[in-house]
């Protein structure tokens, strides 16, 4: 019997009922795991025989090691693959590569620059595609940051989430995670940096764009940037300029809630988008955000092999 799969290549593949179940499930699994050794195997290896082959066509540390290392812990293999050494890199069609690959492994993680090729992969191959970032979304990313916010005692529904920068897809797929969970997210973004409105309109039940970086922190409770040069993207000093206002400071933060949390998803530039002094201060949560990354994974591959939910 074929056991069914899913892709999850958006959030809203899945759902805000499939998002608060992987959510638990990671919670579980997690501390289920507390004091054991990072590599031993989770006792019910629930994907024992299962290879999921991770393809990386940009630089990666937090995506390549927890889906390498939930693989295992789950029983499972990973495999690393860089596009540079495959046929891709040579211009094979990845609707060819996917085919191929569906034919010798169970799953496909795809870290890309072009939303389409995921897609494009999800619809030529058979087995489960998983987003692990693209130009227009990081789901797997905002799973994390999710888990991190429960983790900290806080009910997603009703929360207020302040955005400060450049509108990429980070914050494309919180505002996704808004609509679908019901907590509102206000962006504050320099002119000519807002999130895509193709995206935004799709999902914009709970979401605000301001210029005003105090508007957005006001009585925040969750406070999130990102780099404001992406990979690939050349050193602007342009862009540079015209984000500098939406610094994440200590002065910034003190007009959110006094429990605000603060939130990157790394790797931050510090001097940049936030100060030392927030990243490194009592309201930064960076680092459980990021081993996050790693409790998240395993519960997106779980319901994208169709053993969960």
């Not at 693209?134 to 009703?158: F, N, R, W, Y």
Request: charged fraction near 20%; aromatic fraction near 4%.
């Amino acid at each position: 019997m074929t056991t069914p799969h899913r892709h999850f290549l958006n959030l809203s593949d899945a759902g805000g009922d499939a998002i608060a179940l992987m959510l638990n499930d990671a919670i579980d699994r997690k501390a289920a795991r507390r004091g054991l050794p990072k590599g031993t195997p989770d006792a019910d290896a629930p994907l024992a025989g299962r290879t999921l082959a991770m393809i990386f066509e940009k630089n990666s540390t937090r995506t390549r090691v927890s889906f390498d290392m939930a693989m295992r812990q789950l029983g499972g293999t990973p495999m690393v693959m860089d596009a540079g050494s495959m046929q891709l890199g040579r211009g094979e069609p990845i609707s060819d590569t996917a085919q191929v690959l569906s034919r010798m492994v169970d799953g496909v993680m795809l870290r890309t620059d072009d939303h389409a090729k995921v897609v494009t992969m999800a619809e030529t191959g058979s087995i489960p595609i998983i987003n692990g970032l693209t130009d227009l979304s990081h789901p797997c990313q905002i799973m994390a940051d999710l888990l991190t916010v429960i983790e900290h005692g806080k009910s997603l529904p009703g929360l207020k989430w302040a955005w400060l920068g450049d509108g990429n897809n980070v914050l494309h797929s919180i505002i996704e995670a808004g609509a679908l969970l019901g907590f509102s997210v206000m962006a504050a973004c320099p002119e000519g940096y807002d999130p895509d409105p193709d995206f935004t309109a799709q999902h914009d039940a709970n979401f605000s764009l301001t210029r005003d970086p105090l508007e957005a922190v006001k009585d925040a409770d969750i406070v999130v940037t990102d780099t404001w040069i992406s990979m690939g993207q050349a050193h602007a000093e342009a862009k540079l300029a015209a984000m500098m206002p939406y610094q994440v400071t200590t002065a910034l933060m003190a007009k959110a809630k006094p429990d605000a949390l603060f939130l990157h998803c790394l790797p931050a530039h510090r001097g940049e988008e936030v100060t030392a002094e927030v990243i490194d201060g009592p309201q930064s949560v960076i680092w459980d955000e990021a081993e996050n990354r790693l409790h998240a994974q395993k519960s997106i591959l779980l319901w994208c092999f169709g053993l969960l939910g």
